[in-house]
Structures are given as C-alpha cells and as structure tokens.
C-alpha cells in the first residue's frame, strides 16, 4: 500500500470540503441578499417553507459543487 496516495486522497478530500462549504456559505449569503425577506428571522419564526427552500438550496450547491470540486481535484 502506496502511503502517499492514501496521503494525497486525503489532502484532496479536505481540500475539496472546505471549498465545497465555503461556496455554499457564499451561495446563501447571495441569496440573503437578492432575497427582499429576513430568512434568519424568517427562520427564527419556525418558517418551514423558508426552511425547506434553504436546505434545498444547501442540498443543492453541495451536490453542484461538491461533484465539480471533486473531479477537479482527482
């Protein structure tokens, strides 16, 4: 078993997670901001739709740029 590989797979793996998470926190930050409500208030009122619109955007972004980073880095 090659060390280096096993080393190199991981460098990439937490290399493409914190791309990963730091587009998604600039993908709902942009969305606050062309969005006219206040989701962390919305949020804050136990806005299920508010709710479900957010993870779907998580969700979405994640699996976007998550499948990008990771074929771009291997």
Not at 36 to 45: F, K, Q, S, T, V
Request: charge should be negative; avoid cysteine; charged fraction near 10%.
């Amino acid at each position: 078993m090659d060390w280096t590989i096993v080393g190199m797979n991981f460098v990439y793996a937490t290399l493409g997670t914190a791309l990963t998470l730091t587009f998604m926190m600039l993908g709902y930050w942009i969305f606050d901001i062309l969005n006219p409500l206040d989701i962390n208030a919305e949020l804050g009122r136990d806005n299920r739709a508010v709710g479900i619109v957010v993870a779907a955007i998580f969700v979405g972004l994640g699996i976007a740029v998550g499948l990008v980073i990771g074929m771009g880095l291997n």
